[in-house]
T-cell receptor
Framework: DTGVSQDPRHKITKRGQNVTFRCDPI?????LYWYRQTLGQGPEFLTY????????KSRLLSDRFSAERPKGSFSTLEIQRTEQGDSAMYLC???????????FGPGTRLTVT | AQSVTQLDSQVPVFEEAPVELRCNYS??????LFWYVQYPNQGLQLLLK??????LVESINGFEAEFNKSQTSFHLRKPSVHISDTAEYFC??????????FGTGTRLLVSP
């Protein structure tokens, strides 16, 4: 299996701009997760999908954040009207239907100036 | 709700010395436990996991962790560390197919 891939790896944007990140899970993994990691902290859960259904969203996921997984394969995470507090590493993970282990991608580092 | 505590933010150790990274969790239901390792500017790699069965689990690179239900702990140990083990280590807990809850991480610094 190829691993989880994320694009872009780095994104620098100005406050107020919209950004979109993409995650491609390991093939045949039907669960996909998004986490956010700020400096010196562990990853914090944002949301997760089983196939195309978004089953849980954290309260960290404000109205400016939206995630989709339209065909149950890749997923996108969009942040509208970015704020400096959105600067973080955004991590994607996937898991098998009958597995509890999650496998992480390399992350997208967002810097909002 | 689950929570994970990693009391040591940084653990300095000399090469070839033993090390223990501590992890305690809180949960009202049965949990699965994980250790992940993160190298600079990289994502997280699964190091080892406890799902059920033997309470002592081992990784391929010499790390081991023991699930202690009475102490609600899952400490990570290695009898002899290498320079290449320098990284951030995260303990995590889940109750099934849902989210992982992570600790704040422990930075292991191995010096010659």
């Amino acid at each position: 299996d190829t691993g989880v891939s994320q694009d872009p790896r780095h994104k620098i944007t100005k406050r107020g701009q919209n950004v979109t990140f993409r995650c491609d899970p390991i093939s045949e993994h039907n669960r996909l997760y998004w986490y956010r990691q700020t400096l010196g902290q562990g990853p914090e859960f944002l949301t997760y999908f089983q196939n195309e259904a978004q089953l849980e969203k954290s309260r960290l996921l404000s109205d400016r954040f939206s995630a989709e997984r339209p065909k149950g394969s890749f997923s996108t995470l969009e942040i509208q009207r970015t704020e400096q507090g959105d600067s973080a590493m955004y991590l994607c993970a996937s898991s098998k239907e009958v597995g509890v282990e999650q496998y992480f991608g390399p992350g997208t580092r967002l810097t909002v100036t | 709700a689950q929570s994970v505590t990693q009391l040591d933010s940084q653990v300095p150790v000399f090469e070839e010395a033993p090390v223990e990274l501590r992890c305690n969790y809180s949960s009202s239901v049965s949990v699965y436990l994980f250790w992940y390792v993160q190298y600079p500017n990289q994502g997280l790699q699964l190091l080892l996991k406890y799902l059920s069965g033997s309470t002592l689990v081992e990784s391929i690179n010499g790390f081991e962790a023991e699930f202690n239900k009475s102490q609600t702990s899952f400490h990570l140990r290695k009898p002899s560390v290498h320079i290449s083990d320098t990284a951030e280590y995260f303990c995590a807990v889940s109750t099934g197919f849902q989210k992982l809850v992570f600790g704040t991480g422990t930075r292991l610094l191995v010096s010659p």
